[in-house]
């Protein structure tokens, strides 16, 4: 599958989360078998670019191309220049967040919110494609089906865009009213997918192999994007990639290998973001991935009182060595629960 001239690896892509796909995760995912994976969104108020946050989510050193950087703002002219502005930075491609009931940028209401106008839509999409198209730039829209029950515009919007020069659509079966209510459905993104020419991705609620293969077929996307699925249990793309592939189940990963992939993954974390506030955001991670181990409840509680990292790092270590001797084997994971939550902040 291709966004404009990139090759992707596979159609198993990780979605874009604020506050959870930070660059040492998106390698992670990728190294653990996503096809694609998009940045925390940047805000496009330049006045912001300069802060650590900002700068941060930025950073893409060492991430296996192409760099996807996704863009949130109200104003065409702002959403340019951030998208030339991280461009600058290394973004291969720039994805416009239409998808994510995000906070106010400039008084006015980013991401989803703007599904409600669909003439500034069509503006920021126009503006944006216009600054990357003269760099090779291809740009992709991360949209949800509407932004009411009774406005599912999706289509509409997709349509507009695609004629704008869009290279890749993702729709997130939910309207922004629903929030992370109720279940994501696919109706939406099937008719997206008849009226477009070019790539959609379907996304929401896909927690498996199976679940995949089933949206795929019922929508004929070209690609999924798993989110919280993936909060905790990156390896769930090579289990998609092997489902898709071979109608079987991968067996779960080692406990070894999970605790080695963990303490790499904080390392990378603690670089990226300092031991002090390392330490501190690392441990919404660790307890994703403990949170259905036995005995994972207590450790999180008790993690949470660790200061620095060689004791956060002893203590991840200390906790899976114990889990080795019960079993060789992460549990199956039967029913995951994605969580109703969001931190979208800009
Ligand atoms: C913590 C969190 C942060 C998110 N941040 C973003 C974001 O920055 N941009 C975006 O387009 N969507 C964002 N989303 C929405 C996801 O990309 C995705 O559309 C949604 O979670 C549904 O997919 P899922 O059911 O596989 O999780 C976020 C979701 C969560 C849970």
């Avoid at 515009?153 to 009213?177: C, P």
């Avoid at 998609?240 to 390392?267: I, N, S």
Wanted: with cysteine; glycine share 8%; aromatic share 6%.
């Amino acid at each position: 599958m291709f966004i404009g001239s990139f090759a992707l690896a596979n159609n198993v892509f990780a979605a874009p989360m604020a506050g959870v796909t930070d660059r040492p995760f998106r390698m992670l995912c990728k190294k653990l078998g996503a096809g694609y994976a998009v940045s925390e969104m940047v805000t496009s108020r330049r006045d912001l670019w300069d802060t650590l946050k900002t700068s941060r989510r930025a950073n893409h050193n060492g991430e296996p191309e192409p760099i996807a950087v996704q863009i949130a703002g109200t104003d065409a002219q702002m959403m340019a220049d951030a998208a030339a502005y991280n461009i600058d930075r290394g973004a291969q491609i720039i994805d416009i967040n239409m998808g994510c009931p995000a906070k106010k940028v400039c008084n006015k209401w980013a991401g989803s919110a703007l599904m409600q106008d669909e003439k500034l839509a069509l503006e920021i999409v126009e503006a944006v494609v216009a600054a990357c198209a003269p760099r090779n730039v291809p740009v992709t829209l991360k949209m949800r089906t509407g932004w009411a029950q009774t406005h599912k515009n999706a289509v509409a919007i997709a349509r507009a865009a695609q004629s704008a020069g869009v290279a890749m659509v993702a729709v997130h079966g939910r309207t922004r009213e629903q929030g992370y209510t109720g279940l994501a459905e696919y109706d939406t993104i099937a008719e997206v997918k008849a009226a477009l020419t070019i790539p959609v991705a379907a996304n929401g609620d896909i927690t498996s192999g199976q679940k995949a293969r089933e949206v795929l077929a019922y929508t004929g996307a070209d690609a999924v994007m798993l989110g919280r699925v993936a909060q905790g249990r990156p390896w769930i793309f090579r289990e998609v990639v092997h489902f898709l592939a071979t109608g079987t189940q991968l067996a779960p990963p080692l406990v070894l290998d999970v605790k080695r992939l963990l303490l790499d993954h904080l390392q990378d974390h603690y670089e990226l973001y300092g031991e002090f506030t390392g330490v501190r955001s690392a441990r919404k991670h660790i307890g994703w991935y403990v949170k259905s181990l036995p005995g994972g409840e207590a450790f999180r509680a008790q993690m949470n009182l660790l200061g620095d990292a060689g004791a956060q790092l002893h203590a991840v270590a200390t906790f899976f060595d114990g889990l080795c001797e019960a079993t060789d084997r992460m549990p199956l994971a039967a029913a995951v629960e994605n969580k109703n939550e969001e931190e979208c902040s800009v």
